[in-house]
């Protein structure tokens, strides 16, 4: 039986890992501002594609972040009480950034 | 001639040497050795078998559980309770464990590797558009392969050679005065020591165009690839298309460049586009531009929206989820493999 426990064990430890690089930290550094550039600055070190929606984004500020994180705790922060929220796609690398209403289209 | 005692003890040594050699198994000569002996007489085969039955009877017999002990068992030929048989704690427990191993596998799988709902175009599978490849290779040098282009490379101390073996790939290569980098295209050779070029194998036709430093082509017929003075050289700016119809009977056509035609051959190799607060349409164009794959759109209400990105060029996939998972556009591909936008609320 203890061949089999290994094999399981190493089957988890191989998940484990592929799950862990979903979740790389990386390094970041934007300033708060106007959402489009700092949005566009944090798409550029996260190395993600980006879209914003335009409408409605005039005049929100996003929230600095600073520091060793992953990419969804990055961008929580920075959209921590704009009225902004986003959807990633995992399998393509690219993020859409939106304003929450009534009226999106989701 | 029947064989003496001594002659036998001495066979049957050897059988038994067969069989414990066969159970960790015979390579191929060792086989044919067997084959050999066993065909030399009946007497070989014959002593071989009982050999090989009595190695079988230890094995099943080594099978079995026995009970000793210095006092008298009176439960012995007691059938046992099924249970007590089969119930093995500790090979239940590691049997669960493995399982729950397993099991919490294929949840984390489920959970963190496949794809979600939002990343599978369900239905759609035809919507899927390749990225293109960029590849480093060991010495540094940076290939591009554009869609549906294929390259073998082969690496030694003396050379660093490519194939393009279809398509069209972009090369920035890595300086090495010692090991001069060739790109082999239908016995045409490109090459450079340190530069960038673009080579596109497509008709039987090879289009080269240099965008920085020099490169030297030849036909490798003429087995002068490593004699410079019989290159043709092709400085930057400059591009050659040679037919390989007529390969080994023309002079090399060298022709002068512009900006423009270099930007707009090698277009396809992947750069960010970056958009602030624009239609729709013209971050759409954009990509058009760069990919043989067009989006058009259908619903001009699909325009109304604006957008500000930051977005490979070759990232159709991501481009086209996104717009139908958050812009209300829904994206068809047509039967000429172009990608058509709707409006969310038409049919």
Redesign the interface.
């Known amino acids: 039986?203890?061949p089999?426990?290994i094999v399981?064990?190493m089957?988890?430890s191989a998940?484990?890992v592929?799950?862990c690089k979903?979740y790389d930290m990386l390094t970041f550094d934007v300033p708060a501002g106007e959402a489009?550039k700092s949005?566009?600055q944090f798409?550029?070190q996260a190395g993600l594609?980006?879209?914003?929606?335009?409408?409605d984004l005039s005049g929100i500020k996003t929230n600095s972040v600073e520091g060793e994180m992953t990419t969804d705790a990055a961008l929580k922060i920075m959209l921590e009480g704009t009225g902004l929220d986003y959807?990633q796609?995992?399998?393509?690398?690219?993020?859409?950034v939106?304003y929450i209403n009534e009226n999106?289209?989701? | 001639m029947k064989p003496t005692d001594m002659e036998l003890n001495k066979i049957e040594k050897i059988a038994m040497d067969w069989v414990i050699k066969e159970d960790t198994g015979l390579s191929a000569t060792e086989q044919s050795k067997l084959d050999k002996w066993l065909s030399e007489s009946t007497v070989h085969q014959e002593i071989y078998e009982q050999q090989r039955w009595s190695w079988n009877e230890l094995d099943r017999l080594a099978g079995f559980h026995t009970q000793q002990g210095t006092s008298e068992n009176p439960n012995l030929l007691i059938e046992q309770n099924p249970k007590s048989i089969f119930f093995d704690f500790t090979r239940w427990l590691n049997l669960a464990v493995a399982a729950a191993i397993i099991a919490i596998s294929f949840i984390l799988v489920g959970k963190y590797l496949l794809p979600n709902d939002s990343d599978t175009v369900a239905n759609k599978p035809q919507l899927i558009v390749e990225r293109i490849e960029s590849r480093e290779l060991d010495d540094g040098s940076v290939v591009f392969l554009n869609r549906g282009s294929l390259i073998e490379v082969d690496y030694n101390e003396n050379r660093r050679q490519v194939s393009l073996i279809s398509g069209e790939a972009n090369f920035t290569v890595a300086k090495d005065m010692n090991r001069p980098f060739v790109v082999e295209v239908e016995g045409f050779q490109i090459k450079a020591v340190g530069t960038a070029f673009n080579v596109k194998y497509l008709d039987q036709t090879v289009d080269i165009i240099v965008t920085e430093g020099v490169v030297a082509i030849n036909s490798s017929e003429n087995d002068s690839a490593d004699n410079a003075g019989l290159d043709e050289l092709l400085n930057e700016n400059q591009r050659v298309v040679i037919p390989l119809d007529k390969k080994g009977t023309q002079h090399l056509e060298i022709q002068q460049v512009d900006e423009s035609v270099i930007e707009s051959t090698i277009n396809w190799k992947p750069t960010l586009i970056d958009f602030e607060n624009v239609p729709l349409i013209e971050i759409i164009n954009e990509f058009n531009r760069r990919n043989t794959v067009q989006m058009q759109i259908i619903d001009d209400s699909v325009n109304d929206v604006y957008i500000s990105s930051i977005f490979w060029s070759d990232n159709i996939n991501g481009f086209i989820k996104l717009l139908e998972a958050n812009f209300g556009v829904r994206a068809e591909r047509g039967e000429d493999n172009n990608i058509y936008l709707f409006g969310q609320l038409t049919e």
């Open positions: 039986m203890q089999l426990l399981s064990l089957f988890l998940i484990l592929q799950s979903q489009n949005l566009k798409a550029l594609d980006i879209l914003i929606n335009e409408s959807h796609e995992k399998g393509s690398q690219a993020i859409a939106y999106k289209s989701k």
